[in-house]
């Protein structure tokens, strides 16, 4: 089926290109297949004709007929001058002058310019690999942790293995998106859209929405507990669930029907469409809602903190709490919003650095905060260290005793 415009315009700019000239293909050969067959007869004229970058309507014999450059202002400079073919007894002739000529290219860049921005993609990805792998490794180890010590059970912690694994999907929908969409150099990504892509794109942007959502939440959970000074209810922990698994699935499932309806080609993978604003505007109220919680987090903090019947020991338990989340929330966000204010075409470069480089290693700050620089973590461990040593030792004190007194 023929792409519509508005849809051609919504893709990246080098695959617009590709699917621009298929439009025009396509509308060419319905021409062609509404002629009378017996046009393009000896003697009948020139039947219409697709010659890779226009079509030629049909002519009578004898005749001819003149054409412009394509309008791909990308590919093909402005021109004024014509491309005639004329309607012969052997058919149509050669385009006079050949387009190569008529046609002035626009200036590409050299080959050593590809090559060292091919070097450039290749070392960027080399350096997210790392990041999403190093991030895993510590994420799944800080989930270990929470979940073997018994001490560590609670509502907050079971707030963070959530955060945890919005990183762990994030970093594995980036795996699967790569393996998927280039894992194959053959494969035409402008003109490819199978329903794995597809699904893949999904994950990846479900995957997205779950990270900001639960830094969301950690957010409001500690805005709950500066409110209700450390007590919090446990009926908020499934209130805290849904908006961190179900938002995002609920935006993700009208984004999926959006482009189903209204623009279902490609692999869902360009930025400039429309329809990106699906995913894009709760991702940027997210970050909205969690700088106002910074925000007031931060009065309150220091509210508490200058309050004189509070104790020392007291203000140590809020500056341990909040630092992590305080810290975490203008990394996470800062960026997004930055690069929010401009056309998705400008700064690509720079915001796939500050995406996939620097965040690949997002996960790996947030196991580091929560978890391995948790103060009551690392007593845990300590104590439960300390408990296996006295074990051990006594284990070998006994097997010794039994060896003497054998």
Not at 211 to 226: K, P, S
Not at 301 to 326: G, W
Not at 348 to 359: K, N, T
């Amino acid at each position: 089926l023929p792409f519509p415009l508005s849809k051609v315009q919504g893709t990246h700019p080098d695959c617009s290109i590709v699917l621009h000239f298929q439009e025009l293909e396509e509308e060419c050969l319905q021409r062609i297949r509404s002629e009378s067959p017996s046009l393009g007869q000896a003697g009948q004229g020139c039947p219409t004709e697709w010659d890779g970058l226009s079509c030629w309507p049909a002519l009578p014999l004898g005749q001819s007929r003149g054409v412009a450059c394509p309008e791909i202002l990308s590919v093909f400079k402005e021109s004024k001058g014509l491309i005639q073919r004329n309607c012969t007894e052997r058919g149509w002739s050669p385009p006079s002058p050949p387009y190569h000529s008529a046609c002035q290219l626009e200036t590409l860049g050299s080959s050593n310019d590809t090559e060292a921005k091919a070097r450039h993609f290749v070392t960027m990805k080399v350096l997210y690999t790392c990041g999403y792998s190093t991030s895993l490794v510590a994420l799944l180890l800080a989930i270990g942790i929470f979940c073997c010590f018994r001490k560590l059970h609670c509502t907050r912690n079971s707030i963070h293995i959530h955060f945890f694994t919005s990183f762990i999907l994030r970093g594995t929908a980036v795996f699967i998106k790569d393996r998927v969409l280039f894992s194959d150099e053959s494969i035409d990504h402008c003109t490819m859209s199978t329903v794995t892509c597809k699904a893949a794109i999904a994950f990846f942007q479900y995957s997205v929405l779950a990270n900001f959502y639960w830094l969301l939440v950690e957010g409001l959970y500690l805005q709950t507990l500066l409110l209700l000074t450390f007590t919090c209810d446990r009926s908020y922990t499934w209130g805290y669930v849904l908006m961190g698994w179900g938002v995002p699935m609920v935006t993700v499932g009208v984004w999926v029907l959006t482009r189903l309806r209204y623009d279902n080609h490609g692999c869902w993978d360009d930025y400039s469409s429309v329809y990106w604003w699906v995913i894009k505007a709760p991702i940027l109220l997210a970050i909205f809602v969690n700088f106002l919680i910074f925000l007031n987090v931060t009065r309150m903090l220091a509210q508490k903190i200058r309050c004189p019947d509070l104790s020392r020991t007291h203000k140590q338990q809020y500056m341990r709490l909040t630092k992590s989340t305080l810290l975490l929330i203008p990394l996470f966000g800062v960026h997004y919003v930055v690069f929010a204010l401009f056309p998705e075409h400008v700064g690509v470069d720079a915001r796939l650095y500050f995406e996939l480089v620097p965040g690949s290693y997002q996960g790996f700050l947030v196991a580091l905060l929560y978890c391995f620089l948790n103060g009551e973590v690392q007593a845990e461990i300590r104590r439960n260290w300390g408990t296996w040593q006295r074990s051990m030792e006594s284990n070998v004190f006994n097997l010794a005793t039994q060896d003497f007194t054998a």
